[in-house]
Structures are given as structure tokens and as C-alpha cells.
């Protein structure tokens, strides 16, 4: 299937995550229907919260952003991958590589302070119900939007333009399916220094999202333990419970590929939690909320029963001037 690559000197080579074999081959097959249903699912869930009047809260306002990082997410990744594999070519552009690294972390990034904010959210509505429309009202929500993408943009091009400055030994083959930054910085020919100062600079501060995630379902906690009412505590725990299954799935899967000692790491394992966080996450992050969530469901069901009876009215309209 591969046809000889035809490279120039400006471009990467990824190794890919697939080869021609045919238990390849399903299993490429398999991660695009994986990829379908991750784009489905996050397109359907901002539309769902853009269109239903019931859905314009703050909370669901940072759920939609989730959305469409995830959705962004999950293009950057798989669609060179993807594209690369049908045309039987493994190269990508310098400029290429560059934007794919910088939406790549910019994305997580961003997904990182978002769930803090979406944590903060929880935190507002369990403890200070009274107050949520003064602290977390839509203003705040978007502010706290902006700058999670902010931080995250300006972080990314730290990285970005630092990586992609130093020179680049040959061959230029990035032994994964797409320009991860540690991938891209075993290219590296120079003294690294600098960047390895500014990856523990930005590890320190991604810690951040896991303190303030931490301290508001501490305080969560400990209000729902002075609830009286049980099915206060079960409303609580339902609310809280997408939010934390969502936290879980992704700060794992980036603690398992970025902070595992050295000596631990190997290609596939590298490549095993990147497809996790880059496929599996995104797909299942909708899900989680829809099929945990009643208001969504409910907008669903709006929505579609809204849909039908706009048909059956157009329908009508076409067929009772005949009569």
C-alpha cells in the first residue's frame, strides 16, 4: 500500500500508528468509526446547547466549549493520520508539523483549565446556590472561557516557537502518528536546555487545574455531608458525577503519558495513551454528559420532537393546496 515517499528537506516524517497489514487495516477502520462518532457526538451537543433556550446557562455554556476543544482535538490528530495512511504518504509539512503542535497543546491545554472552571461551576451551584447567578453568571462564564483559551494559546506558542527554532538532525522521522512535542524534541540537535526550563514552567502550571479541581470537590464534599435531605445528596453526586468521570478519564490518560519516569516509556505505550486522550476521551466526554445528563437528554428529545412536527407541518402545507 505505501507508495515511495517523494519528501523534501522541509518536511517531517511520521512513522504512523498504522502499517499495510490487514489486522492494521480493521483497526484503522475501527478508529474512524471511533473518530465518526467523537465528531457526532461533540458537533450534536453544541448544537443541542446553541439551539435550546433551556440549555443558555454558564454550566452548559463551558460543556459546549468541552465540545468543541474536543472536536478540534480529535481533527488535529487523526485527520493527517487518516490522510496520510490512504495516500500512502508519511511526510508533513515544517509549517505543518508547527500548526499541529500548537493546536495540540493549545487544545489540552485549554481542556485543562476548562474543567478547573467547570469544577468552580460545581463548586458555586452545590455550595452557594443562593449566589450562583452573582458569582457564575453568563459574563463570568465567558470571561472564564476566554481566558482558559488565552492561557493555553499563549502557552502553546511559547512552546511552539521554542521547539521549532532549534535545528533538526536527519532523518527527520517523528516515531509517532503525529508531531508530539516529546517525539519532535528527540529531533532536536542542539542543547534543549531552554525548552526542558519551559516544560517544567508549564507542567508546574498545568498543576494548577488539578489543585483548584481538588480544593472545590473538597468543599463539595464536605456540603454534601451537611445535606440533610438524601435526595439532595443524590442530585448532588449526579451533577458532579459527569464532571469528575470526564476529569478522570483525561488528567489519567495525560499523567500516564507525560509523567511516567524515562526509563518506563516506550514507543507503544507512548502511542497507546496518546490515542486514548486524542480519541477515546473526546468520544466518550459527550456521551458521559448526555446519557448522565436529563436536561440534555430532554433538549434532545425537544429538539427531535420539535423536528417532526416541522416536517409534518411543511408536509401538510405542500399537500392541502391540492386539495
Given at each position: 500500500m505505501w507508495q515511495k515517499n517523494q519528501t523534501s528537506l522541509?518536511?517531517?516524517?511520521?512513522?504512523?500508528?498504522f502499517d499495510d497489514s490487514l489486522t492494521h487495516l480493521f483497526l484503522l477502520s475501527l478508529t474512524m468509526v471511533v473518530f465518526l462518532i467523537a465528531v457526532s457526538g461533540n458537533t450534536l451537543t453544541i448544537l443541542l446547547i446553541c439551539i435550546d433556550p433551556q440549555l443558555h446557562t454558564p454550566m452548559y455554556f463551558l460543556l459546549s466549549q468541552l465540545s468543541l476543544m474536543d472536536l478540534m482535538h480529535v481533527s488535529t490528530t487523526i485527520l493527517k493520520m487518516a490522510t496520510n495512511y490512504l495516500s500512502g504518504k508519511k511526510s508533513i509539512s515544517f509549517v505543518g508539523c508547527a500548526t499541529q503542535h500548537f493546536l495540540y497543546l493549545c487544545l489540552g491545554g485549554a481542556e485543562c483549565f476548562l474543567l478547573a472552571v467547570m469544577s468552580y461551576d460545581r463548586y458555586v451551584a452545590i455550595c452557594h446556590p443562593l449566589r450562583y447567578?452573582?458569582?457564575?453568571?453568563?459574563?463570568?462564564?465567558l470571561m472564564m472561557a476566554v481566558m482558559s483559551?488565552?492561557?493555553?494559546?499563549v502557552n502553546s506558542l511559547i512552546h511552539m516557537a521554542i521547539l521549532m527554532h532549534f535545528p533538526f538532525c536527519g532523518p527527520w522521522k517523528v516515531y509517532h502518528f503525529y508531531c508530539e512535542f516529546p517525539a519532535v524534541v528527540k529531533l532536536v540537535c542542539g542543547n534543549i536546555t531552554v525548552y526542558e526550563t519551559t516544560v517544567y514552567i508549564s507542567s508546574i502550571l498545568l498543576l494548577l487545574p488539578i489543585f483548584l479541581i481538588s480544593t472545590s470537590y473538597v468543599?463539595?464534599?464536605?456540603?454534601?455531608?451537611?445535606?440533610?435531605?438524601?435526595?439532595s445528596k443524590r442530585n448532588a453526586f449526579a451533577t458532579c458525577g459527569s464532571h469528575l468521570t470526564v476529569v478522570s478519564l483525561w488528567f489519567g490518560a495525560c499523567i500516564f503519558s507525560y509523567m511516567r519516569p524515562r526509563s518506563q516509556c516506550t514507543l507503544l505505550q507512548n502511542k497507546v495513551g496518546s490515542v486514548f486522550y486524542s480519541i477515546i476521551t473526546p468520544t466518550l466526554?459527550?456521551?458521559?454528559?448526555?446519557?448522565?445528563?436529563?436536561?440534555?437528554?430532554?433538549?434532545?428529545?425537544?429538539?427531535?420532537?420539535?423536528?417532526?412536527?416541522?416536517?409534518?407541518?411543511?408536509?401538510?402545507?405542500?399537500w392541502l393546496p391540492r386539495v
Open positions: 522541509a518536511d517531517f516524517i511520521l512513522e504512523g500508528l447567578a452573582v458569582l457564575m453568571n453568563k459574563k463570568v462564564g483559551w488565552l492561557g493555553a494559546s468543599f463539595i464534599l464536605q456540603s454534601v455531608i451537611q445535606m440533610c435531605s438524601s435526595g466526554n459527550p456521551l458521559i454528559y448526555t446519557l448522565r445528563n436529563k436536561d440534555v437528554a430532554k433538549a434532545l428529545r425537544r429538539v427531535l420532537r420539535r423536528d417532526v412536527i416541522t416536517h409534518c407541518i411543511q408536509r401538510l402545507q405542500l
